[in-house]
């Protein structure tokens, strides 16, 4: 590889848009750094290297217009100087570096020297060795598409029921998708692939992280990698290593295949959420690969340690944390959120350790810059957020319940509640019926509503739902850590045996412990997530932290499929899905027409010493579908029908006394999580009659 110096600079252009503008006669560049210099590195198809100065600069922003450059041609920069880590600056010529607004990424990361910024033997000093041969290339691309023109689905929060999923792992082994898909975004949008998320009735699919990603150094020289996905550094870029496109040679169409993946399932009434890595990037700690960032401007792309700017404040356990008091951190992670929701039209987002974008002075702070700019922003805060409420910053970095209205959060604390509650644990029944309805200790007094609160009990990161009920210890071996890694508070119950198991009663409890679990996660108020898989009955062979499993451990397994588990779950999401009752916008709360009334097993109002007899496990509930109803949000009065949810934890059957309601109605079994397939027997039931509840299981009866 040759690197050539043009004889003319670049003309003049413009500071705005940043990135690699094209028009009809060439493209604009544009980049922030704090360089004495920026050099813009075409790249030829032979790998020849042309560097031409950009002259223009206005504040941090370097520019310049190059006619007769087309999409498709790959580019980097160089920054000349300063190199002073004692204040935080890392400016070496000799690394070439991805444009942080790059629109496609083409390669990659080669380990090696070359791509640390300092010289091996001295970390004060720059490097003089050339990391062109080691790192990717950014592409000029063109983002236009002839979108379809059915409307995008806009699903209430409500009305939301979410689908986290793999985009590699969902159909990398999928019989029915074509070979040469699978595991793509093109993998996604087949006809397999959607009739399966449409059957199911999920309205969202949120995709474990699609922005450009690279490993870590350590992952690599294992034989793994980061097949997660959250080790970000690209925003503006599709991560390439899920295209079709790019495995077929076009390195610069993922771009559109991603695009005509979101349109199909908008197309299908699918919403499309992207789970965003805006806490840090792939660069690391100050012994880190240069790759982007640190090499343009690393003061304002990253917090740096106020006592000695040569390392950086980590609230992530990455090595960094992005600097989201920065203007130029702001403006990137602002410009590629409209981005994504604008040229390629997804839905919103979920945010990994969101508190780390609030953490001002150290602290997090609902009043950060950041909140403020959502909450302003014409575009983004008419997105769907979620919050991941917590990062390894302080000890008060469990941040649930703090965040501010527009936005929803990861319900950390349903999650626990309702393992440990269905696991027969003491002391439990007053949180369950919080967390049941709502979390209202969490969100009320702030003015939200229920749907602040998405409800999970498995999700990427742990133990799938089979696991959950198969093992009582993590098993991450194949991680290459000794199985150190990974959290162990599981909060899980193996029934008896762990791991894999031919004892007939065993299998028949932990799929009756999925069942009541999956129930309860279904008619809970709030926004339910599923996890990819759980429907299916998928293990990770229990393995907790699979982050660098790129293999058969974590891609969904078709041919294993629990056929009746799906069907069940089927029914549980069309049942949410017809009922209002179960989609509360508000909380209720028990108090005159405000419908929530729960009861004893003995068919009483529950009373302040039921709620804290450590020994309770069981409880009714009854929902009033008619009084003071809920409205859709064009004013439609949303009335339903009555229900009660009959709830044992037990390890011991129960007869439960329906209780009294001034309405007067008869019961019918709607579901029976005992029963195999849910199906419950049609016997008409009134107001006194006992009803059994099976153990470790639940009962909706359907007022007739």
Not at 60 to 86: C, S
Not at 678 to 690: E, L, M
Request: proline share 6%; aromatic share 10%; with cysteine.
């Amino acid at each position: 590889m040759t690197a050539q110096v043009s004889i003319a600079p670049a003309l003049p252009g413009a500071a705005a848009p940043l990135g690699a503008t094209p028009g009809p006669d060439g493209t604009n560049f544009a980049v922030a750094s704090a360089a004495d210099g920026v050099l813009l590195c075409l790249f030829d198809s032979d790998g020849t290297e042309t560097q031409i100065p950009l002259l223009e600069r206005d504040g941090d922003i370097w520019h310049g217009f190059l006619p007769g450059v087309r999409p498709g041609q790959a580019y980097g920069y160089r920054a000349t100087g300063p190199y002073d880590a004692q204040r935080g600056v890392r400016c070496n010529p000799a690394k070439l570096l991805l444009d942080p607004y790059a629109r496609a990424i083409d390669g990659e990361v080669r380990f090696g020297p070359e791509l640390l910024g300092y010289a091996v033997d001295d970390v004060e000093a720059p490097s003089a060795l050339d990391s062109a041969g080691h790192v990717p290339r950014s592409l000029v691309v063109d983002t236009s598409f002839d979108w379809s023109d059915h409307p995008r689905p806009a699903y209430s929060y409500a009305d939301t029921i979410i689908y986290e999923l793999h985009v590699k792992g969902f159909t990398a082994a999928h019989p029915a998708v074509p070979e040469q898909i699978r595991g793509t975004y093109a993998g996604l949008a087949h006809e397999a692939a959607v009739d399966h998320l449409v059957g199911l009735g999920v309205t969202a699919v949120e995709l474990l992280p699609v922005h450009q990603s690279v490993p870590e150094g350590f992952l690599v020289e294992r034989g793994l990698t980061n097949y997660w996905g959250y080790n970000t550094i690209g925003y503006f870029a599709p991560h390439a290593g899920y295209s079709a496109a790019v495995r077929a040679g076009r390195p610069d169409k993922q771009v559109a295949e991603f695009q005509a993946m979101v349109d199909t399932l908008h197309g299908a009434g699918l919403e499309v959420i992207l789970d965003v890595v805006f806490n840090h990037t792939a660069e690391g700690n100050h012994l880190g690969p240069t790759l982007c960032h640190r090499g343009l401007h690393n003061p304002a792309y990253y917090r740096l340690d106020p006592g000695d700017p040569r390392f950086y404040v980590d609230t992530t356990g990455t090595g960094n944390s992005l600097n989201a008091d920065s203007p130029v951190s702001l403006q990137l992670i602002m410009d590629s959120l409209r981005y994504w929701l604008t040229e390629m039209q997804v839905d919103g987002f979920r945010f990994d350790l969101a508190p780390t974008l609030a953490r001002e002075d150290g602290s997090f702070d609902k009043m950060a810059a950041f909140f403020d700019l959502t909450a302003q922003d014409p575009v983004v805060s008419r997105a769907k957020l979620i919050a991941e409420p917590w990062d390894v910053g302080q000890a008060d970095s469990y941040d649930l319940g703090r965040f501010p209205p527009l936005w929803s959060e990861w319900n950390g604390r349903y999650r626990d509640v309702m393992r440990d509650f269905w696991r027969s644990h003491d002391g439990l029944i007053g949180e369950f019926a919080s967390r049941l309805s709502g979390s209202s200790d969490l969100y009320s007094a702030a003015g939200r509503r229920p749907t602040a609160s998405v409800n999970l009990i498995t999700v990427h990161d742990g133990f799938t739902m089979a696991d959950l009920v198969s093992y009582d210890a993590k098993h991450n071996e194949a991680n290459g850590e000794a199985n150190a890694d990974g959290t162990n508070d599981n909060r899980s119950w193996n029934c008896g045996v762990e791991g894999p198991s031919t004892d007939q009663g065993v299998l028949d409890l932990r799929a009756r412990q999925s069942r009541a679990m999956l129930t309860t996660l279904m008619l809970s108020f709030g926004v339910p997530m599923l996890l990819g898989g759980d429907e299916l009955g998928r293990t990770q062979q229990g393995n907790n932290n699979a982050y660098c499993q790129d293999n058969a451990i974590s891609w969904f397994d078709w041919s294993t499929q629990d056929e009746q588990l799906t069907v069940f779950v089927k029914k549980l999401i069309a049942l949410r899905r017809a009922h209002p009752v179960f989609r509360r916008r508000r909380f209720l709360t028990g108090v005159g027409a405000d419908e929530l009334r729960w009861y004893t097993p003995g068919g009483a109002e529950m009373t302040q010493a039921d709620w804290t007899d450590p020994g309770a496990r069981s409880v009714a509930l009854y929902l009033d579908g008619d009084d003071d109803p809920d409205r859709a949000a064009d004013g439609t009065l949303l009335v339903d029908d009555d229900f009660l949810l009959l709830v044992n934890a037990w390890w011991e059957p129960l007869d439960v006394v329906v209780p009294a309601t001034e309405t007067g109605r008869t019961w019918t079994r709607e579901i029976d999580t005992y029963e195999p397939n849910g199906t419950a027997s049609p016997d008409r039931i009134a107001a006194g009659d006992h009803v059994p509840v099976n153990p470790r299981s639940i009962v909706l009866l359907h007022g007739q």
